[in-house]
C-alpha cells in the first residue's frame, strides 16, 4: 500500500470484503434546499428543532439535528456543503464511548442510543469531524 506521497506504508491494514453502505453526494448540485436535512429528521424519528426553521438558518449539529448545510462564500460564488456523521471505517467515537451508547453497524453506520449515553462527551472529544453535539 501507499500513502498520499507514494511512500510505502508498514502500519497500513488490508480491509477486505466490507460490504458497508455509503452515501455519495455531488455537491456542485446542492442548492441549500436542506430537503436532505429533512429526510434524516423524518427517517430517523428526530424531532425538528424550530417550527420556525425559516428565521434562521440552522448550521449546527445536535441530538435531534443530525444533518446540516453550511453555506461557504468562495470566489467562485456560494458553495452548500452537507455535514453530517462520516461512518468511519474505525470511529474513533465508538471506541471513546464508555458505556457503548455508540456502535458500529454491520452496514459500517455509526448508531447513537440515547437511552445509554451518560453525557460524558468523550466521543466528542474523540471525533476528530467534531460531529458529536449536545
Not at 449546527?60 to 453555506?71: K, Q
Not at 453506520?109 to 460524558?120: E, P
Request: aromatic letters at 6%.
Amino acid at each position: 500500500m501507499i500513502d498520499e506521497t507514494g511512500s510505502h506504508v508498514e502500519h497500513a491494514k488490508k480491509i477486505e470484503n466490507i460490504r458497508q453502505m455509503a452515501i455519495l453526494t455531488d455537491v456542485t448540485k446542492c442548492i441549500g434546499c436542506e430537503q436532505c436535512v429533512e429526510a434524516c429528521q423524518e427517517t430517523n424519528h428526530l424531532r425538528p428543532e424550530q417550527p420556525w426553521r425559516w428565521l434562521r438558518r440552522l448550521t449546527d449539529l445536535s441530538a435531534a439535528r443530525w444533518t446540516t448545510i453550511v453555506e461557504l462564500r468562495t470566489e467562485k460564488g456560494r458553495r452548500f456543503v452537507r455535514r453530517q456523521c462520516r461512518h468511519c471505517l474505525e470511529p474513533a467515537c465508538v471506541e471513546a464511548c464508555i458505556v457503548g451508547a455508540l456502535q458500529k453497524t454491520p452496514t459500517g453506520a455509526v448508531s447513537y442510543d440515547a437511552d445509554i449515553c451518560i453525557d460524558c462527551r468523550y466521543c466528542m472529544v474523540a471525533c476528530p469531524w467534531e460531529i458529536p453535539k449536545y
